[in-house]
C-alpha cells in the first residue's frame, strides 16, 4: 500500500532527546538547465523561502556534487532544481547520509522529460512556480519510493537494454548544448536504420526468463516513460518490486509493430512477451547491447539490476 503522510515539524536531536525545528531548506540547481534559468530560479526561491521564515541555501554546480557536509543538521526539504539525471545525481549523494537523516527531495522540473515530476502528479505552471514550490516545501506531505541500482549505479525510473538505449548513447554521441525533443529526432532515424537486435539472456531472482531471443528489456519502478506511454503499466514505485518487461523483436517490422501495441497499452500481450516482477535482474547478451538508465547512456551488457535496501522520500502534492 502507498503511504503519504506529513512529516512532523520538529526532529528529535542525537544526544539529549531535544528537538530542534526544521527550518532549513537546501535548494540544488543544475547551472545549464532549462537553458540556464536553474539559477535564477534558485535564487528566487531563496528569498522566496526566506520570506517564509525558512533559511535556504543554494548549491549551484552539475550534478554530483553534493557532498555529506553540505546537508548536516536537519533539513526540511532539498529542491532539485534539473532534470531526472540531476535529480539521480542529488538522490545517490544523500545516500551517503544516514537513512534518518535523508531530506525529501523534490525535483522542479527543467530537463526534457523530468519523468519523476509527473509521476509524482506535480502540475505546476510557470507564473505559479515558485509560489507552488514554496506551498509543497511548507506542507512537507512525503512518501517512501523504491530506488534501485544498475551495475552499481543509482536509479529511480528505469533501465533500458535495446534499441531506446541505442537512440540515448546516439543522441549522447551527437548532442551540443541543451536536449529538447527534437534532439532525438535524428538519433532515432539512425537508430531505426541502422539498428541490430542483440539476443538477450535475462534472469529474474535466478530464474532465466529469456534465452538468446533477440529483442528489448524495460525494468523500472514506475509505468511512465520519456515516449509518452507506460512501458511498465502495473508498475508501483513503492513495492519492494521490480517490474520487468521483455519484448522479442528481431526486425524493423516487428519494432513498428511493438510501437503501435505499445501505443496502445498492448504491448506486454504481443507475441512472445513476457512480463513479471522481482527484485534481482541479470540481462547479458552475446554479443554487447546498450543500456540506459533514467534516460542517460551507461554502457553496456551485461548488467545487473537490482533493488536498494533502504527506499527515498519525496514530497508530492
Known amino acids: 500500500m502507498s503511504v503519504v503522510f506529513a512529516v512532523a515539524e520538529t526532529v528529535n536531536l542525537r544526544g539529549d532527546g531535544g528537538r530542534v525545528p526544521l527550518e532549513d531548506v537546501l535548494i540544488f540547481a543544475n547551472p545549464i538547465a532549462g537553458r540556464g534559468r536553474g539559477e535564477a530560479l534558485a535564487r528566487n526561491l531563496e528569498a522566496r523561502f526566506k520570506g517564509d521564515?525558512?533559511?535556504a541555501r543554494v548549491l549551484m554546480d552539475r550534478p554530483g556534487r553534493l557532498?555529506?557536509?553540505d546537508v548536516a543538521g536537519?533539513?526540511?526539504?532539498?529542491?532539485?532544481?534539473?532534470?531526472?539525471?540531476?535529480l539521480r545525481a542529488v538522490a545517490d549523494q544523500l545516500l551517503k547520509l544516514r537513512p534518518d537523516d535523508y531530506p525529501p527531495l523534490l525535483p522542479v522540473p527543467l530537463g526534457t522529460a523530468n519523468l519523476m515530476v509527473r509521476h509524482l502528479g506535480f502540475r505546476w505552471s510557470t507564473?505559479?512556480?515558485?509560489?507552488?514550490?514554496?506551498n509543497?516545501?511548507?506542507?512537507?506531505?512525503?512518501?517512501?519510493?523504491?530506488a534501485g541500482r544498475a551495475n552499481g549505479r543509482l536509479f529511480l525510473v528505469m533501465v533500458g537494454v535495446g534499441i531506446d538505449a541505442h537512440i540515448v548513447h546516439e543522441l549522447d554521441r551527437l548532442?551540443?548544448?541543451p536536449i529538447t525533443f527534437f534532439s532525438y529526432l535524428a538519433p532515432a532515424v539512425m537508430t531505426f536504420r541502422d539498428f541490430d537486435f542483440a539476443p538477450l539472456q535475462v534472469t529474474v531472482d535466478g530464474r532465466e526468463v529469456l534465452s538468446r531471443e533477440p529483442g528489448v528489456a524495460f525494468v523500472g519502478n514506475v509505468k511512465e516513460y520519456g515516449a509518452g506511454f507506460p512501458v511498465l503499466p502495473f508498475a508501483r514505485p513503492d513495492d519492494g518490486l521490480l517490474?520487468?518487461?521483455?519484448?522479442?523483436?528481431?526486425?524493423?517490422?516487428d519494432l513498428i509493430r511493438l510501437f503501435l501495441h505499445a501505443a496502445a497499452g498492448e504491448h506486454f500481450l504481443s507475441e512472445g512477451a513476457v512480463y513479471l516482477r522481482g527484485r534481482e535482474v541479470t540481462i547479458a547478451s552475446d554479443r554487447e547491447a546498450p543500456v540506459q538508465m533514467d534516460g542517460d547512456p551507461v554502457g553496456h551488457t551485461p548488467v545487473e539490476i537490482g533493488l536498494l535496501p533502504v527506499q527515498l522520500p519525496f514530497i508530492v502534492p
Do not use: F, K, N
Open 243 to 253: 517490474d520487468v518487461c521483455l519484448l522479442p523483436c528481431r526486425t524493423r517490422t
Open 175 to 177: 548532442r551540443q548544448g
Open 127 to 134: 507564473p505559479q512556480l515558485v509560489e507552488g514550490i514554496s
Open 136 to 146: 509543497a516545501v511548507l506542507a512537507r506531505r512525503v512518501r517512501m519510493l523504491d
Open 74 to 86: 536537519p533539513v526540511r526539504a532539498a529542491v532539485v532544481i534539473g532534470g531526472d539525471g540531476t
Open 53 to 55: 521564515g525558512l533559511g
Open 67 to 69: 557532498l555529506a557536509g
